[in-house]
Each structure stands twice: as structure tokens, then as C-alpha cells.
């Protein structure tokens, strides 16, 4: 499955992937209007066996399938916990 994975201008360390390259269209509007501006920064194919350094490939996968994008919000700071 090939992935395009774009930076967020308002939110910092946090990332969209599209499965359609500039397919902004999928994100929905509120979202999307909470990121702002989006840029590029790679094009990746994401195989079953693929290791990302933050997120569950199985779970990028599933939901460029289901929905079209995935978010990859920053790490929790120093003190946060994950849910």
C-alpha cells in the first residue's frame, strides 16, 4: 500500500497520511482546518512487515483502508501518559 505522509504547520510533530498523494479532501474539514497548512515530506509503501518509528503499521494501514488518512499525533510529553 503506497503512502503519502504530510506535516502539520499548526501542530507541531504531527502528521498526516493520505493513500492518495494531495488528497486533502479525505481529512475531515474541522480537522483539517485544526492542522492548517500541510506539507510534504515523503512517499512510502507501507507493507505488512514495515516497521514505522511511532505508529502500528497494521493501524496506518487499516485506516488508510477504512478512511483514506491516519494521524500520527506527537508523543505524550514527559509526565503524560498514553491512553
Known sequence: MQ???????KKDDTYVYLRERDAFDLVPANL?????ALAFVLEVELTPTRRLAREDVAVVRANLAARGFHIQFPPPSHGERAN
Open 3 to 9: 503512502c503519502f505522509v504530510y506535516r502539520s504547520a
Open 32 to 36: 483539517a482546518a485544526a492542522l492548517g
